[in-house]
């Protein structure tokens, strides 16, 4: 019996994801089919119990289910309880199991596949939604020097650094308190990249052999890589490969085996650029 496996979205048509694991599943010799459903805005719920009572085995959540998801959970790992949000989900006797592969799958793209070391680094991270909440603390995990979280509205940071003091002490606030400082690593989570449109950032922030990392990706360079080019980043990223890294967590918790995840980008790649 082939094992059933889905991506849940909205929209989900141009989901990568699918093509990734039939990726992982052939390199592993793993039995299972992955596919994209959409799910509608109200219903979210009500497709979830479909997908399980149809027999399915697990599903990662994209935009915008990912909390919703979280609450849909009757057990989470730590990383979810604290990202709020979950990506991932496990069914099984005990119900719905939650995860949140994300800051995982950051944090190796930018530590292995990039060789960019966090330790010791100061981080600005743009943005304060979901999508900044589910990689602060793996980002905190790996002991930058400081880690300063910015948006275009400084209350919406400042909220998100208090939720993570108990940790470390987290600086925030909007875009121009970062004006005279300089970072090593700059990741951008908004989703400003998705509408062509740039950030209004103060000119210096990029320190010598800085890396900047959009997490969104597609043909060519966004908004903010090139940004970050002309300001002088020693290196620059999409959020490709943190896409593929996150889904082989997720591949690894469901399949207990986890597959190279470079031959997988290093296709996505070609498509890409195609």
């Known amino acids: 019996m082939t094992d059933r496996y889905c991506v849940f979205g909205n929209p989900v048509a141009h989901s990568r994801s699918p093509a990734i694991h039939a990726q992982f599943a052939a390199q592993c010799g793993q039995d299972l089919t992955y596919e994209a459903l959409l799910a509608p805005l109200d219903g979210f719920a009500d ?9 399915g085995k ?16 009757q057990r989470r790992s730590a ?15 005990d119900g719905i199991f939650g995860d949140n592969t994300d800051g995982a799958g950051l944090v190796r793209d930018i530590e292995v596949n990039l060789a960019q070391p966090l330790a010791g680094r100061r981080i600005l991270l743009l943005g304060a939604g979901g999508a900044a909440r589910g990689v602060i603390a793996p980002l905190l995990a790996c002991q930058p020097t ?13 909220a998100l650094a208090r939720a993570f003091a108990d940790i470390v002490a987290v600086d925030a606030g909007n875009y121009a ?20 449109e740039a950030l209004p950032l103060p000119p210096g922030l990029f320190a010598p ?15 903010f890589m090139g ?44 498509q890409l650029a195609g």
């Open 209 to 223: 052999g800085s890396l900047a990392y959009d997490m969104m990706y597609g043909k060519g360079e966004t908004p």
């Open 177 to 196: 308190k970062t004006a005279g400082r300089s970072f090593d690593v700059i990741i951008n989570a908004t989703s400003a990249s998705l509408a062509g």
């Open 47 to 55: 497709a979830v119990a479909r997908f399980v009572a149809a027999g």
């Open 227 to 270: 940004l970050a080019r002309a300001q002088g980043a020693a290196c620059v990223a999409d959020g490709l490969g943190m896409l593929v890294e996150q889904a082989a967590e997720a591949f690894a918790l469901w399949r207990g085996v986890r597959p190279d995840s470079l031959p997988v980008l290093a296709a996505l790649r070609r």
């Open 146 to 158: 400081a880690l300063f979280i910015a948006n275009r509205t400084a209350d919406k940071a400042e």
């Open 79 to 93: 990383r979810a309880e604290r990202a709020g949000a979950v990506n991932t989900l496990c069914f099984n006797a």
């Open 58 to 73: 697990g599903a990662n959540v994209t935009v915008p289910f990912k909390e919703e998801a979280f609450r849909l959970c």
